[in-house]
């Protein structure tokens, strides 16, 4: 089973932005519809964007028109590019396909939005 590597989370004041890629090394996921998920403290693992094989996006209410999801199929690789960052969206982001067990699950990545 393929793990997906999730990078780019960071501190950031809010309001600020950041870039999180996704990688699968040794498989491809073009033909998956993949999400970004994420978890806060104490709370449940969340799907907040998603995207099909043929681009088609969807968001939670709570990140949409912040948030875009996008990937490029040649380097196995999904983003989630986030612009007016709230606390709120402090958590460990993931990326997984929504179809359960195709990937395992990385080590996600930590967001941390905090003046």
């Known amino acids: 089973q393929v793990q997906l590597v999730e990078s780019g989370g960071g501190l950031v004041q809010p309001g600020g932005s950041l870039r999180l890629s996704c990688a699968a090394s040794?498989?491809?996921?073009?033909?998956?519809?993949m999400g970004w998920y994420r978890q806060a403290p104490g709370k449940q693992r969340e799907l907040v964007a998603t995207i099909t094989s043929g681009d088609t996006t969807n968001y939670v209410t709570s990140v949409k028109g912040r948030f875009t999801i996008s990937r490029d199929n040649g380097k196995n690789t999904v983003y989630l590019q986030m612009n007016s960052l709230k606390p709120e969206d402090t958590a460990v982001y993931y990326c997984?396909?929504?179809?359960?067990?195709?990937?395992?699950w990385g080590q996600g990545t930590q967001v941390t939005v905090s003046s």
């Open positions: 040794g498989s491809s996921f073009s033909s998956y519809r």
């Open positions: 997984n396909a929504l179809t359960p067990g195709v990937f395992r």
